[in-house]
């Protein structure tokens, strides 16, 4: 079992920065491939970033990229999520989620990762 619990989430005016953490605890959590998800209100769930277990690999959506970081401490089961530039349409409840080593070949679908936090919400002004 793998708890998870995402913290850094609030209300922040467009073109500011937030930084979300994930911090983990139970089974060995340098193993996971670790990812960041967000659902908007109506929307489905969506990949946000994903960061492979020895953080030497990540992946953006589109949609972040050259905008948001994804990094992870393994020394302190730790992944975070740097967010700047933040836009309206960033505003969401953005997750974290562990799965294996072998999530990383479909690391952009949520259905491969097997733990999740319960969220937080981030709401940008415009």
């Known amino acids: 079992q793998v708890l998870l619990v995402e913290s850094g989430g609030g209300l922040v005016q467009a073109g500011g920065s937030l930084r979300l953490s994930c911090a983990t605890s139970?089974?060995?959590?340098?193993?996971?491939?670790m990812g960041w998800f967000r659902q908007a209100p109506g929307k489905e769930r969506e990949f946000v970033a994903a960061?492979?277990?020895?953080?030497?690999?990540?992946d953006y959506a589109d949609s972040v990229k050259g905008r948001f970081t994804i990094s992870r401490d393994n020394a302190k089961n730790t992944v975070d999520l740097q967010m700047d530039s933040l836009k309206p349409e960033d505003t969401a409840v953005y997750s974290c989620?562990?799965?294996?080593?072998?999530?990383?070949?479909?690391?952009?679908?949520?259905?491969?990762?097997?733990?999740w936090g319960q969220g937080t919400q981030v709401t940008v002004s415009s």
């Open positions: 139970g089974r060995t959590f340098s193993g996971y491939t």
């Open positions: 960061i492979s277990w020895s953080g030497g690999s990540t």
């Open positions: 989620a562990a799965g294996p080593p072998a999530a990383w070949g479909s690391k952009r679908s949520q259905y491969h990762y097997n733990y």
